[in-house]
């Protein structure tokens, strides 16, 4: 990196995506981008100019969104039938709690004629039968995967947490393989599935771990109804649980299981999004000690839907920062990769303005913004949420020396606290090694 004016560099703590899902981020490179539709007749349209790709394999679509579309509803099967010449196609919504299936694939995956066959055209995403799809093929996969890893990496991410709701402990073992030959360049912590949780106990340490994944408890992500059966059946092991909690009805089952439940034995309970608490809930939140991970970009990518749907109250609630903050609650900033395709910078400016720059449109509850230096701590310095220990580290100390003693550290062309927009990631250092650098 010689040669170049290094006197605005500065040097940070490495940045942290706390919740991610990073083989679906790359299955998603995979597939035919649908996000970019704006309308019914577009997505056909991509859709259909995709078909002879896949040369007899299953078609795979993602990134739809219904709130996006400009009918405000998903295509149907009829329309997708039309279209994909008896290929068996599976669209990914967007958010990743849907699939959609034309028929040739539900024939498919009735084919076994049991009681796990899908029935509808909208399927959940952890719906059984969707186990039965042929994986992406692993070559393929894993070098999508080492290119998604090689473009975080030039985010200034040096670790992330794989947050899937349907994380195996075989799936966690191939993490850390991947980790360890250098397939993924960030230091990776995992969340196991709920129902994976009494395998794993029983046969494992209290806090589990892989080699180069460090696991940080159990994934809930179950309707609000079955939130409290997944949380007993993980502290009766002693686990904490990170539950997802987009909407008011879950996150009031997740503290009430939580508050029933008492403290792990190990870790700490987390609060996935955060999306629209009530007043009165981050006062139990912090009663239990229960860390938050937020994700203020979904402010920007959504604000047309928010706007619509959400009361101007709601509004001013929706994925507090600053409140939480205020209540001394631990708090991480996260993409939610693929739904999300933000950088740590983008979390961070999302946090401050709570708008896309530019935008000229009101910030959603312009109260919840919060400083500079406050959205920075989003991103680094996560030690209590979760993330591999950086001891001795303070972004208010960064180092403005590429010549400092590092860790896990990232270079920026100037001092992202100033908000500029244009600010660039220079070079990535995991574990003191250079992961990435920006070319001449």
């Known amino acids: 990196m010689t040669g170049r004016n290094t006197d605005k560099w500065v040097m940070l703590p490495g940045f942290h995506d706390s919740h991610v899902h990073l083989r679906a981020a790359a299955a998603a490179r995979l597939s035919v981008d649908l996000s970019v539709a704006g309308s019914i007749p577009a997505l056909l349209a ?36 039309a279209i994909t010449n008896g290929h068996p196609c599976a669209l990914h919504h967007r958010t990743g709690k849907v699939v959609l299936l034309n028929s040739t694939a539900r024939r ?13 055209e909208l399927v959940r995403a952890d719906d059984p039968s969707l186990l039965r799809m042929p994986r ?24 992330v947490t794989e947050a899937s709701a349907t994380n195996t402990w075989d799936d966690i073992a191939q993490y850390e393989t991947w980790v360890n030959r ?11 599935a709920v129902d994976q949780v009494s395998a794993v106990a029983r046969n494992r340490e209290r806090t589990p771990s892989r080699g180069g994944v460090r696991v940080l408890g159990a994934k809930v992500a179950a309707p609000s109804d079955g939130i409290a059966e997944c949380v007993r059946h993980a502290r009766g092991f002693g686990w904490p649980v990170a539950v997802h909690a987009t ?33 009165g809930q ?21 604000a047309p839907k928010y706007r619509e749907l959400l009361s101007p109250v709601e ?54 913004r919060i400083t500079p230096d406050d959205a920075l701590g989003l991103i680094t310095d996560k030690d209590e949420v979760d993330g591999p220990s950086r001891e001795g580290w303070n972004h208010r100390r960064a180092s403005h020396s590429p010549w400092s003693r590092t860790a896990d550290t990232v270079v920026l062309g100037d001092d992202p606290r100033r908000m500029l927009e244009q600010t660039q990631v220079m070079a990535t250092f995991v574990g003191g090694c250079m992961m990435w650098r920006r070319e001449k």
């Open 46 to 81: 991509i859709l259909q100019t995709s078909v002879a790709e896949f040369n007899g394999r299953w078609i795979r679509g993602w990134g739809w969104d219904e709130s996006a579309l400009r009918e405000r509803r998903a295509p149907t099967v009829a329309e997708i039938d």
């Open 108 to 120: 498919i995956l009735a084919g076994a004629g049991d009681e796990t066959a899908p029935t509808g």
């Open 136 to 159: 992406q093929r692993e070559q393929s996969l894993e070098s999508s995967l080492n290119a998604l890893s090689r473009e975080l990496a030039a985010m200034g991410l040096t670790s």
């Open 182 to 192: 250098g397939v993924i360049r960030q230091r990776v912590n995992a969340l196991l």
């Open 247 to 279: 909407e008011p009805d879950e996150l009031e089952a997740a503290l009430v299981a939580i508050e029933a439940s008492g403290p792990p034995a190990w870790g700490r309970d987390r609060i996935e999004h955060l999306g629209l608490p009530l007043p």
């Open 282 to 302: 981050l006062e139990r939140i912090k009663a239990t000690g229960t860390a938050v991970t937020t994700n203020p970009a979904f402010l920007t990518e959504r």
């Open 315 to 368: 509004q001013e609630w929706l994925y507090p920062v600053a409140s939480v903050i205020s209540h001394g609650i631990p708090m991480a900033g996260a993409s939610d990769r693929p739904v999300t395709v933000a950088t740590p910078l983008d979390t961070m400016s999302a946090a401050v303005y709570r708008r896309r720059r530019g935008s000229g449109t009101e910030p959603l509850g312009v109260r919840e």
